[in-house]
Each structure stands twice: as structure tokens, then as C-alpha cells.
């Protein structure tokens, strides 16, 4: 692993992109970034609460150093010229269904095979990737640095979904990242993808939001349809541009769950109700306030409901009906003190609208 980190760091586009941790404002880290942990492996991060004071990030571990080949489902890859596994877009029979499941076995197949060099994953039973500490990363790859690249290679893409946003919201471009491969520096002519980023205030968010769900109910736009999934949010802007948007609030104290410590206090096996305000229904982790609150059949009262994935990013709205098969009723400690109850989903594929 010392030798790959040695060739790692002579690269030229790891150079450009790769900030250390210790050199890293925390402000440029936001959900969406990604990390290199001290062994390598790559991290996406989805939210950021905290743990005995200290901020604790909540991440999927996404690609990992190729040191031994090995039968996998994971895709082999060649990042800033050095072999890496892949498990992103992982999933068994085409489907994202139980995805989770099989990335998971996927990693520790990966991580078993690397004579220990590569080490396993700290979790905690309200997320179902895994989580992180400053001193397990060595390297951030933030969302600003990848627009500003393809901009400055005018990728003609990314330019087109940038007169797209500045147009419809006024966001003005300094507020624009991308993540996913731009957070590379690689910048792919030939995938349709573009992995923008959204900063801003609630306000202008639900402006972007509501500008890409009325415009695919309209037929302005079409969803995308990948993996037995409709993706709402995640839309063909353009017979040849596919635009997957990722909000992140400017001001991340607007989200209760930013920089907090969250405690189950007890699981439930049946959960049915109402959306009462979907204005956090696109933000990592997603939040919605919540009516009709019934708890294995029996009225319980109507708390707010933290939903911890992406998968159903955009997925809920106002008065739409729902039932999980499973949640969680969890206290949230913020910095100063104050204690939050809502209730918690971590799994995907386990809700089902009934109807709106």
C-alpha cells in the first residue's frame, strides 16, 4: 500500500485535486464530497452529524485500491493512473432493489482478499453505510473544484446544465459543484451524466426542485430510468444531457440534523402517514414533517421522519400517503442541548406510496 500511495502522489491529476484533510477548511466539506481514507479507498459522503463533539461523517465507501485481482462484481478502473475497484452502480440482476446488500458483499470480498492492507468499516445501526472520523481521512475532493474544472476544460455539458440552472433559478455559479467521476477531474464527453451540485438557501433549493418536478409532470423533462428505479430529481435535461442534481444547504443549521448526535431509542415493524411538508425532501439526509402518524396500527404522535440514504432523494411530497415496513423512533442532541424525537428509516425499497 506504500508504494501505491508513492505512485498515487506523483500523479499530476491527484496533485490538482486531492486537498489533505489537515490543509482542508471544513466549511469546503459538504455532503456530496468525497474522501480518501488512510488506506486508500474512496468515500462518498452523504451527511455530516457528530459523535462526542467531534464531527462524524456519514459516507458509502466506493472504490477501493486494486492490490490483487480477485472475482468480483466490482468494475475495474483506472483512477489518476492506478488500479481501483469499483462497486458503485454494483447490483444483482439489473436491479437497485437489495443493492445495499450486495455492495456490501462486494467490499468485504475486496477488503478480505488485500492481506490486510485495507481495512474494514466502522457502522452504526442509523445508517446503512458506514462512518468516519478526521483522523481515518487523508484526502478530500471537493464539489467546487470539479465545476470549476470542467468549466475551465468547457466541458460543453456541464456548460449547458449551467445556463439551464442560472437561467431558471439564478443561482448564481460560484454556488455550482459537481461530484461523482468531476470530483476526479474526469470529465467523460461520451456519458450523458452530469453530477451537479446545488448550494443555496432553502428557498432558492425548493425554486430548482419544484422548477425539475413540474417540468417532468409537464413533459418538459423525463426521468431517468435506470435499474428498476424512476429517479424523479434525475432527469434527461436534453436528448443528450442527463442532469442529477444534489442540493446542499448553504446555511446547514436550516437541517436539524447537521452536527448531531442521534440515539435509537426504539425499533417498529409497521408505519403508515401523511406528508405534511416535503421542503427538506431532497436534502441529505432527508427530512419530512409527517401527520395521520400510525404506529403498528396504533395512533403515535406526529414527529418529524429522517430518512438516512439518498435513494429516495425527491421521492415524497405533500399529502402523499405512506407505509414502511420498518422504522425507528430516535432522540436527536444538538450542540446546545436540545433534544429533537423523530422517527428514522435507514433501509431502501422498504416504503411504498399508497396513494396521494
Given amino acids: 500500500l506504500r ?9 499530476i491529476m491527484f496533485q490538482k485535486f486531492a486537498k489533505e484533510i489537515n490543509k482542508t477548511d471544513i466549511k469546503d466539506i459538504s455532503p ?5 481514507r488512510n488506506d486508500g479507498a474512496l468515500i462518498f459522503c452523504t451527511a455530516i452529524l457528530a459523535e462526542k ?19 468480483t462484481l466490482a468494475r475495474r478502473e483506472v483512477l489518476f493512473g492506478m488500479p481501483f475497484y469499483s462497486i458503485t452502480k454494483v447490483c444483482d440482476q439489473g436491479s437497485m432493489e437489495n443493492a445495499q446488500e450486495v455492495q456490501k458483499r462486494e467490499v468485504n470480498k475486496i477488503i478480505e482478499a488485500s492481506y490486510g492492507e485495507l481495512y474494514g468499516f466502522e457502522t452504526r445501526p442509523y445508517y446503512g453505510g458506514a462512518v468516519f472520523r478526521m483522523e481515518d481521512l487523508a484526502y478530500a475532493f471537493t464539489c467546487r473544484l470539479a465545476y470549476k474544472n470542467a468549466i475551465d476544460v468547457n466541458n460543453k455539458k456541464v456548460q449547458e446544465v449551467t445556463e439551464w440552472i442560472t437561467g431558471c433559478s439564478g443561482i448564481e455559479t460560484e454556488n455550482l459543484g459537481m461530484t461523482g467521476s468531476g470530483v476526479f477531474g474526469i470529465i467523460d464527453a461520451e456519458d450523458e451524466d452530469v453530477d451537479m451540485v446545488y448550494y443555496a438557501s432553502l428557498e432558492k433549493l425548493l425554486i430548482i426542485r419544484n422548477e425539475i418536478r413540474s417540468g417532468v409532470l409537464e413533459g418538459r423533462f423525463a426521468p431517468l430510468n435506470e435499474f428498476g428505479k424512476i429517479w424523479p430529481l434525475r432527469i ?4 443528450r444531457v442527463q442532469q442529477c442534481p ?4 448553504s446555511n446547514p443549521e ?9 440515539k435509537i431509542t426504539e425499533w417498529y415493524n409497521s408505519f403508515e402517514f401523511k406528508v405534511v411538508d416535503d421542503s427538506l425532501n431532497m436534502i441529505s439526509p432527508i427530512i419530512l414533517k409527517i401527520g395521520d402518524v400510525k404506529i403498528d396500527g396504533k395512533e403515535a404522535p406526529s414527529y418529524p421522519l429522517v430518512i438516512n440514504n439518498t435513494f429516495y432523494r425527491g421521492d415524497f411530497y405533500n399529502n402523499y400517503k405512506i407505509k414502511s415496513e420498518h422504522c425507528a423512533h430516535i432522540k436527536i442532541k444538538k450542540s446546545k442541548g436540545v433534544i429533537i424525537d423523530a422517527y428514522l428509516i435507514v433501509e431502501w425499497n422498504v416504503m411504498t406510496v399508497l396513494r396521494d
Avoid: A, Q
Avoid at 3 to 11: A, Q
Avoid at 246 to 249: D, E, I, S
Fill in 246 to 249: 444534489f442540493f446542499v444547504l
Fill in 236 to 239: 434527461w435535461l436534453s436528448p
Fill in 32 to 36: 456530496y464530497t468525497y474522501f480518501m
Fill in 254 to 262: 436550516e437541517s436539524f440534523m447537521h452536527n448531531s448526535e442521534i
Fill in 3 to 11: 508504494d501505491f500511495f508513492n505512485k498515487l502522489k506523483k500523479n
Fill in 53 to 71: 463533539g467531534e464531527p462524524l461523517f456519514l459516507g458509502e465507501p466506493v472504490r477501493f485500491p486494486r492490490l490483487v485481482e480477485i472475482d
